[in-house]
């Protein structure tokens, strides 16, 4: 992991003039940004408006028409990265008819972590009871934890979330923001999409994107100043009605 | 490459496969219960067992690790497991190594499996030694594992993977020697019957049922068979892309 003074002096993820095009949709028609280290950055807007998208784009798995991404330095998705970014998509990438231990077993040799850190993560995520269940057996909410387990376990300097908490109970979800903020504390960027706008408040950053565009990139409470709005959703609306105004 | 990857890669698909009694039981069960019902089809004509088992021995377990394996693979890019790997420190030869491997471990034993009831319990009779029909068989099994995989990565759902079956492998079938021998067949067809995989497979079968000693050309086959299963090994694993649309 990245230790504190890097974290006080770089920004983890550069994107800039990133365009991005799927099946003949310009999805991201010239994005630039930068993603400050050791913070929790939201990236809040509707569904379809990029935050997806963008998020491949910093892991490195999505075909890119034109701009660069840099991560820690180097492009997204070269090699040196592929251990130091960890990333969980939407929909659970773990396999059915594994246990919830074997699922992090494998994906732990694969990344040439120790087998202990399974058992680590698996208690972080709060699956510790479940662990010989098969992951197919799982209810939606636990396979999304093995899932997020899965993309702790390298111990990631930069860690990608796509809507981590989506079917959660309040009171895991509250603990899961609880092990981001432990995690950013101790030095990882994460970067977490989400479309409930009241996680916003738990971030330190937020990105409000639309339309492939963001459309504001500040921190909680002084982009409630800036809009004079009094929660995040509110601050949404106010800047679209800003845009639409010539 | 890692060799410790790979090999975690081949333990995994064992593992999923153990848990999937219809596909092991198709794996294992269904060629030797194919070979079967072709002994009891000529149970009045054992000739026409003995000239057709050999090359049915090739052409049931092409069919069945072709199929399966095209299917199964096909699940972890549906899964997104794929995508999940390939942004983690793997190389695209571990995977398609690990899935060649622990298939390859179910194609030996359901080629021994059938060679075994073929020769033993339905009396089949070859000129050539009962090893090499083994090793003919175990390799015919590998090569449509191997097949498989690559073509799996030209299908989006496993409705499209079934439907290579018809477009690739049964052309195979009909060309390989089974039904004419491929010297009489029309020129063009020959030739074309010079580049498909199972042509090799069905002729070093046709050549054990004839031969007591082994020659060239059952060497020659041989090492085109496993020349496939490199290059689809290979093709396979250039054909990933860590980025997609």
């Known amino acids: 992991m990245m230790n504190s003074m890097d974290a006080a002096t770089t920004s983890v993820v550069e994107v800039s003039g990133l365009r991005v095009v799927r099946g003949g949709r310009v999805v991201l028609p010239g994005l630039s940004t930068t993603v400050p280290a050791g913070q929790i950055t939201g990236l809040l807007g509707p569904s379809g408006c990029g935050k997806t998208t963008l998020m491949r784009c910093i892991v490195g798995v999505q075909k890119t028409q034109g701009g660069s991404v840099r991560v820690l330095g180097e492009e997204s998705g070269s090699p040196a990265l592929r251990r130091r970014v960890g990333y969980m998509t939407q929909a659970p990438s773990v396999y059915d008819d594994l246990t919830v231990r074997e699922n992090l077993r494998f994906f732990a040799s694969v990344l040439g972590a120790p087998g202990a850190r399974s058992d680590t993560v698996i208690d972080t995520v709060g699956l510790g009871s479940s662990v010989d269940s098969l992951a197919g057996r799982l209810s939606g909410g636990e396979r999304s934890r093995v899932s997020l387990a899965v993309a702790m376990l390298s111990e990631p300097a930069v860690m990608v979330l796509d809507e981590p908490t989506v079917g959660l109970d309040p009171v895991l979800r509250r603990q899961l923001w609880g092990t981001f903020a432990e995690l950013a504390r101790a030095g990882a960027t994460i970067i977490v999409s989400s479309h409930v706008m009241d996680e916003a408040a738990r971030c330190d950053r937020l990105m409000l994107m639309r339309d492939g565009e963001l459309i504001a990139d500040d921190e909680p409470a002084s982009l409630l100043a800036h809009t004079g709005a009094h929660d995040i959703e509110a601050a949404f609306l106010a800047l679209v009605d800003q845009e639409a105004r010539p | ?245």
């Open chain 2, 1 to 245: 490459m890692n060799p410790k990857i790979t090999g975690a890669v081949a333990r995994r698909v064992l593992t999923q496969l153990r848990r999937d009694h219809r596909t092991l039981a198709m794996m294992l069960v269904l060629p030797c219960l194919l070979v079967s019902l072709l002994w009891w089809m000529f149970d009045r004509n054992e000739q026409v067992f003995d000239r057709l088992g050999p090359p049915l021995l090739a052409v049931f377990p092409f069919i069945v690790m072709f199929l399966v394996t095209s299917v199964t693979t096909l699940r972890e890019r549906s899964s997104g497991t794929l995508e999940r790997l390939l942004s983690m420190p793997m190389a695209k030869l571990d995977l398609l190594l690990g899935y060649a491997i622990a298939f390859g471990v179910v194609a030996l034993v359901q080629a021994l499996l059938a060679v075994s009831l073929t020769v033993g319990l339905l009396g089949l009779e070859v000129a050539g030694p009962l090893w090499a029909l083994a090793v003919v068989a175990v390799l015919d099994a590998i090569l449509g594992t191997t097949l498989g995989l690559l073509v799996s990565a030209f299908a989006e759902t496993e409705f499209q993977a079934v439907q290579f079956m018809p477009a690739l492998v049964i052309p195979q079938i009909l060309l390989c020697g089974l039904f004419v021998p491929r010297s009489a067949l029309p020129d063009v067809l020959d030739n074309v019957s010079d580049v498909l995989p199972l042509s090799y497979a069905v002729d070093a079968m046709q050549q054990l049922q004839r031969l007591e000693a082994l020659d060239n050309d059952f060497g020659l086959d041989i090492a085109v068979i496993v020349g496939f299963v490199v290059a689809a090994v290979a093709l396979g694993a250039a054909t990933l892309r860590r980025r997609t649309g």
